[in-house]
């Protein structure tokens, strides 16, 4: 049997996962760090980003934490985000031009697919989740037999190892610094598997000043493939975190994704501060 290939991306700071039974809120700094969790906040100074550690930090204790892995992809993922904001043609959903913001959290639903006639070939479908330049993928294909495949990919183009599948809740929370080596956080969560796995990347990216999220048609390849059938896919929990208070996604820019003539392909609808959905008309 062949082995699998580690991806050699630079940057990439791998930690032991916590064991079982790992207790987050009683850790001390030297604890978390050894596991590459971010320190907790100071409540008094960052009582909503407090409030948010501690909320995740009490959803996963009894997650199974995994060892973080990634696998190479064929070439970097494409940037979601861009100064003309997203594309009409590619994408459906939310874009908020801001200033800088340091954490992007959110959860998920993954559709379940049903192939669109396109002579034969299979359709590519994602759901994105950004933070400036940092881009979080769940790339999906689904065959002329209905045969889905889904992976998570990050902003390098590598697949990480959290496995995903119709159905399933995913929860991000993306964190990127200020420092000269643009260092990101990604923490992610199988919400239905009750499994997580976080790394740290220096990127080189610097400050964040978007967000969104939302869902694509296509591949990096052929980007204006046809779009899979779906039900609705829900965007909740957004939270978004700046020096200067918080900031709501659905406050920005919603994007309904069209084919060539017009025609409306994917609507995104606003439910509330911190959720909304996306459906196929």
């Not at 791998?14 to 978390?32: Q, W």
């Not at 034969?120 to 330049?133: A, C, E, I, S």
């Not at 869902?215 to 052929?222: A, H, L, P, T, Y």
Request: aromatic share 8%; proline share 9%.
């Amino acid at each position: 049997m062949a082995k699998t290939k580690a991806s050699k991306t630079k940057g990439v700071r791998i930690f032991p996962p916590p064991p079982k039974g790992f207790d987050v809120l009683a850790a001390t700094k030297r604890d978390l760090v050894r596991h590459g969790i971010p320190q907790r906040p100071d409540p008094r100074t960052e009582p909503s980003v407090a409030a948010l550690w501690e909320r995740l930090a009490r959803r996963y204790q009894g997650f199974e934490h995994l060892k973080p892995q990634l696998l190479p992809g064929v070439r970097a993922t494409k940037p979601v985000a861009s100064l003309l904001g997203l594309s009409p043609i590619e994408s459906c959903g939310f874009e908020l031009f801001t200033g800088p913001v340091a954490i992007f959290s959110g959860t998920w639903t993954i559709p379940n697919l049903n192939n669109t006639p396109n002579a034969g070939l299979p359709n590519d479908f994602r759901t994105f989740f950004g933070l400036g330049f940092l881009d979080l993928h769940v790339e999906m294909t689904v065959d002329v037999n209905q045969n889905i495949t889904s992976v998570i990919r990050i902003h390098t183009g590598d697949e990480i190892n959290l496995p995903v599948k119709p159905g399933d809740a995913i929860s991000a929370t993306l964190c990127l610094q200020t420092n000269p080596a643009g260092t990101a956080f990604y923490g992610l969560a199988n919400e239905t598997t009750s499994q997580t796995v976080n790394l740290t990347i220096d990127t080189g990216f610097p400050p964040a000043v978007t967000i969104n999220a939302g869902i694509s048609r296509g591949s990096q390849f052929n980007p204006f493939g046809p779009l899979a059938r779906f039900g609705v896919v829900y965007f909740d929990e957004l939270a978004a975190f700046a020096p200067n208070g918080n900031r709501f996604l659905t406050n920005g820019t919603a994007t309904t994704m069209t084919d060539s003539n017009g025609s409306t392909l994917a609507t995104p609808q606003r439910i509330s501060d911190f959720a909304f959905k996306v459906i196929r008309p």
